[in-house]
């Protein structure tokens, strides 16, 4: 167990819905990371907070927001879904969000749009 | 680039035997290169890291090696057993994000 957090660990739903995957990063960690698993693109970086602050973001798609909130959890909201973004959605956490820190996953959110 | 090259992408080898994974990149700035092993369905967990201040790093049956001159790293693992078979991705740290290969299935016959 990392200390890592996502719920729910499964979703199912339908194209054009929204929904919303939750992380809480591990205790004493102020850095959350979001990754997106599918079996053709891999393992894909999304989006980095720090603290509340946006830090670095990847290959997000606009349709895709997420924020980190206060007592320091995060949400990744996905809308107007499609087929392919069916795919593993992975929290990780930091203790400050540098690079060279390891990051810890959670156990994901496996989601798929029907 | 920011792209990390992981080879192979699959690996089979006898129980007792060494496995060796490579990983290249391009980015100058790297720092930090991890290495994760997945198990099916499961989360990823860190098995070793190194940072571009050491050249190797070992850790039991784990082993790291980084070359930054030549921008590759390898990931050896020795006396392999049938619970070492799960996915391994290696990655690399820079601009406050991993970047990580495309993985390598590896399996351990018994």
């Known amino acids: 167990d990392s200390g890592v957090t996502q719920t729910p660990k499964h979703l199912i739903t339908a194209t054009g819905q929204r929904v919303t995957l939750r992380c809480s990063p591990r205790s004493g960690d102020l850095s959350v990371y979001w990754y997106q698993q599918s079996l053709d693109q891999g393992l894909q970086f999304l989006i980095q907070?720090?603290?509340?602050?946006?830090?670095a973001k990847g290959n997000i798609l606009e349709r895709f927001s997420a924020q980190q909130f206060p007592d320091l959890h995060s949400e990744l909201n996905l809308s107007s879904l499609e087929l392919g973004d069916s795919a593993l959605y992975f929290c990780?956490?930091?203790?400050?969000?540098?690079?060279?820190?390891?990051?810890?996953f959670g156990p994901g959110t496996r989601l798929l749009v029907l | 680039g920011e792209n990390v090259e992981q080879h192979p992408s699959t690996l089979s080898v006898q129980e007792g035997d060494s496995a060796v994974i490579k990983c290249t990149y391009s980015?100058?700035?790297?720092?930090?290169f991890p290495w994760y092993k997945q198990e099916l369905g499961k989360r990823p967990q860190l098995i070793i890291d190194?940072?571009?201040?050491?050249g190797e790093k070992k850790d039991q049956r784990i082993a790291v090696t980084l070359n930054k001159t030549a921008k590759h790293f390898s990931l050896h693992i020795t006396e392999t057993q049938p619970e070492d078979s799960a996915v391994y991705f290696c990655?690399?740290?820079?601009?406050?994000?991993?970047?990580f290969g495309k993985g390598t299935l590896l399996t351990v016959n018994p």
């Open positions: 990780a956490s930091s203790t400050s969000g540098g690079a060279w820190e390891t990051q810890y």
């Open positions: 990655a690399r740290g820079s601009n406050y994000k991993l970047t």
């Open positions: 907070y720090y603290n509340g602050e946006e830090r």
């Open positions: 190194i940072r571009s201040n050491v």
């Open positions: 980015d100058s700035a790297s720092n930090y």
